[in-house]
């Protein structure tokens, strides 16, 4: 089992930043390739990025390249997502999840264990 939790989020104002951590602890942390996504109301969890165990990769969501930054400390057990020039449609609840086998993955089916999320909400 690999048990996950977020935090960082808060209120912002439209053109700030925040960095989410998601802190690992269970199984190997370092073993294992990692996501960031995110789920605004009323609309489905999407993917925003991804990052593969050796931190070597990343790959993200349109919508928020040049802006977010997916990263990772395996030393601490730790990955973090570094939010920039951050918008009001950024508003959401963040999760990071990881997945066991393979190489990272933009469906949210392909995750195995997941956080309780951590509020974001980005005011204009």
């Known amino acids: 089992q690999v048990q996950l939790v977020e935090s960082g989020g808060g209120l912002v104002q439209a053109g700030g930043s925040l960095r989410l951590s998601c802190a690992a602890s269970g199984r190997t942390f370092s073993n294992y390739a990692m996501g960031w996504f995110r789920q605004a109301p009323g609309k489905e969890r999407e993917f925003v990025a991804s990052?593969?165990?050796?931190?070597?990769?990343?790959s993200y969501a349109d919508s928020v390249k040049g802006r977010l930054t997916i990263s990772r400390d395996n030393a601490k057990n730790t990955g973090y997502l570094q939010m920039n020039s951050l918008k009001p449609e950024d508003t959401a609840v963040y999760y990071c999840?990881?997945?066991?086998?393979?190489?990272?993955?933009?469906?949210?089916?392909?995750?195995?264990?997941w956080g309780q999320g951590t509020q974001v909400t980005v005011s204009s």
């Open positions: 999840a990881v997945r066991l086998l393979g190489a990272p993955q933009r469906s949210v089916r392909a995750y195995d264990y």
């Open positions: 990052i593969t165990w050796s931190g070597g990769s990343a």
